[in-house]
């Protein structure tokens, strides 16, 4: 409507014509209104679009490595690969940032692509220094259900002749929709004469789990970490996990968890018959460089050897549940002062904390004797002393850098301390009377 909408006739017309196609689109035999605030948020999506394409072009986009590790074997089975996009002005960004965006478009397949020629390559340079390990790649159902997806696969992993058949797997969405199943299921099935293996990522987040599950030939289930990390305390999503992998076992499929973030997870884990883990708690996700040497300096926590019996009582989780409390107060803190400054940070009280109300308390009537528990205490004030150095740093502006590298340095001693209270505890049998 003139002259409220625009100044002049060209781009009156043309939000006249786009009102129009709105209003065919919602089914003729109507009228809309041209809306600039949802024009101007088309713009910025195709803005945004196009200069994600450029990051893909200019080689702004790095994949990182998470471990996978089997703990009953005791040893590195593999990674996944996970993009990042290495912003000139923004820095580091994480996938939720800018992933979303390309959902439907032809800028999904074009990251998927590159996904895949960078991690084959990754896997040909690590086969080439004789690291041999399975990767797998996140890719879209977007682009599995393309018409040329096997074709290129295949010209892919033709310029890669010397790697294995069965390292690499390939990650959908669960919760992702696909459209013809029969479909996916026979372009799975050309894969697996490919060698390249499928995984259903977030298992049971979805409506559709077990028609997937039934229709579609994937070998690996990926336990979905909403569920793990919340297992020690939620009895539903403990039953959920071992329902899984009841469910991958029965069907003759592997299974892998992600989301651990502690020892603790991997021995529930193990103890309900999931052997394949990823998460936090064994290693963030880190650059190529890096991940040779993490493989060769990675030492198992002694926690995943323990063969004695005992039960899952509520002493027994609320001691395991410590270590990821002291991990989310300390990732807490550093989101609040550095990533995340909008975020409230924890608060620099050690007696208030999560782990310093279980250690006044509960711990220390059933574990105050023991030598293991009363080396916490000295661990934990230090850290929270560290924290309140990171906590001042930030206020005056100075860099936190220094702060933040001391404060994960003195997390990962505080958690061997606990691992060997944890181990003693479960091996000894002194979970809920306390020590004789």
Avoid at 375 to 402: F, M, N, V
Avoid at 428 to 433: D, K, L, N, P, R
Wanted: aromatic share 8%.
């Amino acid at each position: 409507l003139f002259p409220r909408d625009a100044n002049d006739a060209d781009t009156l017309l043309r939000h006249a014509d786009h009102a129009m196609y709105r209003a065919k689109q919602r089914g003729r035999n109507r009228y809309r209104f041209f809306d600039p605030l949802r024009d101007r948020r088309l713009h910025d999506r195709l803005s945004q679009l196009e200069r994600i394409g450029a990051a893909i072009d200019d080689g702004e986009l790095v994949l990182y490595y998470q471990p996978k590790v089997d703990m009953r074997l005791g040893n590195v089975i593999g990674a996944e690969g996970l993009v990042r996009w290495q912003h000139p002005q923004k820095g580091l960004l994480p996938p939720g940032v800018f992933i979303p965006l390309l959902a439907g478009t032809e800028y999904q397949q074009r990251l998927d692509w590159w996904v895949l020629q960078e991690g084959l390559n990754q896997l040909q340079t690590w086969h080439d220094h004789g690291l041999d390990l399975e990767l797998s790649l996140n890719i879209s159902a977007h682009s599995i259900q393309h018409n040329d997806f096997i074709h290129n696969l295949d010209e892919q992993l033709h310029v890669h002749p010397g790697l294995a058949t069965g390292v690499l797997s390939l990650e959908i969405l669960e919760s992702e929709a696909l459209g013809d199943l029969e479909a996916v299921a026979r372009v799975m099935q050309h894969c697996a004469k490919l060698g390249v293996r499928f995984a259903l990522d977030d298992f049971g987040t979805g409506y559709s789990s077990l028609t997937y599950f039934r229709r579609l030939p994937a070998q690996v289930l990926k336990i979905d970490q909403m569920f793990v990390r919340d297992m020690l305390r939620s009895p539903d999503d403990r039953n959920i996990v071992e329902g899984v992998v009841g469910l991958a076992h029965a069907f003759r499929r592997e299974v892998i968890a992600e989301g651990v973030e502690s020892a603790a997870h991997g021995l529930m884990l193990l103890r309900l018959g999931c052997d394949r883990a990823q998460g936090y708690g064994i290693a963030e996700p880190m650059p190529a460089a890096q991940f040779p040497d993490w493989v060769s300096r990675y030492r198992f926590p002694a926690l995943w050897r323990i063969t004695a019996d005992f039960e899952w009582s509520e002493p027994i989780l609320n001691l395991l549940a410590m270590e990821s409390e002291h991990r989310d107060w300390v990732a807490s803190l550093i989101q609040a002062l550095g990533s995340n400054p909008n975020k409230t940070p924890p608060t620099m009280e050690e007696k208030w904390c999560g782990f310093g109300r279980w250690y006044h308390a509960e711990g220390r009537r059933l574990y105050g004797t023991l030598p293991e528990f009363r080396r916490l205490e000295p661990l934990h004030h230090g850290i929270h002393d560290l924290g309140r150095t990171l906590t001042k740093a930030s206020a005056q502006g100075r860099s936190t850098e220094a702060a933040i590298a001391d404060i994960i340095a003195a997390r990962d001693g505080f958690i061997i301390a606990l691992h060997a209270l944890q181990e003693q505890v479960l091996s000894e049998g002194v979970a809920e009377t306390g020590p004789n």
